[in-house]
């Protein structure tokens, strides 16, 4: 089964500075995400590139990371996953959950592509309150 990498993760693996430590918890993220990718399961979509890509500091660290994720495919999106997108951002912000367009996508892939989302990012299990998206857990 693919599994759609959040950011967060990806954040995680490759933008820590070398010299400080993983703790327990950041090495078992860290080793999980290894074994998706050595499985070929790991996937992304644009958005997620997109913000990887954002704030980059020089244009070889750029075009170093640009080159090191065209090893993922993208899920191609379509539009019934943009409109489930604005569909699910309606649902939570009815409900008091707010969250960003990127996130609310996100969760529109993992639903009608049924893809595990994989994230740090606690504001997916706010979003599974109101909305069937699954998450992949360690």
């Known amino acids: 089964m693919k599994v759609l990498v959040d950011t967060s993760v990806w954040l995680l693996a490759l933008r820590r500075p070398k010299n400080l430590p993983f703790g327990a918890e950041q090495q078992a993220i860290i080793t999980a995400l290894a074994d ?3 499985d070929g399961r790991a996937v992304m979509m644009g958005a997620i590139r997109q913000e990887l890509l954002c704030g980059i ?13 065209t090893a993922f495919d993208d ?4 539009l019934q996953d ?3 997108a604005a569909e699910a951002f309606n649902t939570c912000r009815a409900n008091g959950v707010q969250g960003s367009n990127t996130d609310f ?9 049924q893809l595990p989302v994989f994230s740090i990012d606690n ?3 706010l ?12």
């Open 36 to 38: 998706l990718m050595r």
């Open 57 to 69: 500091k020089t244009q070889a660290q750029f075009e170093a990371l640009k080159s090191t994720l």
């Open 75 to 78: 899920v191609p999106l379509t």
């Open 82 to 84: 943009y409109e489930k």
């Open 105 to 113: 996508l996100i969760c529109a892939v993992s639903i009608n592509h």
């Open 123 to 125: 504001d997916f299990q």
């Open 127 to 138: 979003y599974r309150q109101w909305l069937p998206v699954q998450l992949y857990s360690l």
